[in-house]
Nanobody, 124 residues
Framework: QVQLVESGGGLVQAGGSLRLSCAASEKIFRNYAMAWFRQTPGKEREFVVTLRWSRTYAADSVKGRFTISRDNAKNTMYLEMNNLKPEDTAVYYC???????????????????WGRGTQVTVSS
């Protein structure tokens, strides 16, 4: 069964904002480390941001522009993207790591639960 479902992607103009959601199963949301990744055709999937121990750990490319948050009542993780740039165009994925690592993990291979992704397109 589907345990991670992203939504909220779409087409926005540069400088605009978009809010992505990741609806997770209760098990994943309450126990596993979760993060946002993104990928464009021909490129490796890259880490975007994660929220661990009430702190945000973000890729340099999105620091100051993207905000990650969680709604515990809804088992949902959000990604608020502001001041979007064309280079932010990608399929955004929600991921979870069942290992419950005690360190921040930014490599996609270490995450074993993935959503199918939601497309974000930023026009010039």
């Amino acid at each position: 069964q589907v345990q991670l479902v992203e939504s909220g992607g779409g087409l926005v103009q540069a400088g605009g904002s978009l809010r992505l959601s990741c609806a997770a199963s209760e098990k994943i949301f309450r126990n596993y480390a979760m993060a946002w990744f993104r990928q464009t055709p021909g490129k490796e999937r890259e880490f975007v941001v994660t929220l661990r121990w009430s702190r945000t750990y973000a890729a340099d490319s999105v620091k100051g522009r993207f905000t990650i948050s969680r709604d515990n009542a809804k088992n949902t993780m959000y990604l608020e993207m502001n001041n979007l740039k064309p280079e932010d165009t990608a399929v955004y994925y929600c991921a979870a790591d069942s290992r419950r690592p005690l360190v921040v993990v930014t490599t996609p291979g270490d995450y074993d639960y993935w959503g199918r992704g939601t497309q974000v397109t930023v026009s010039s």
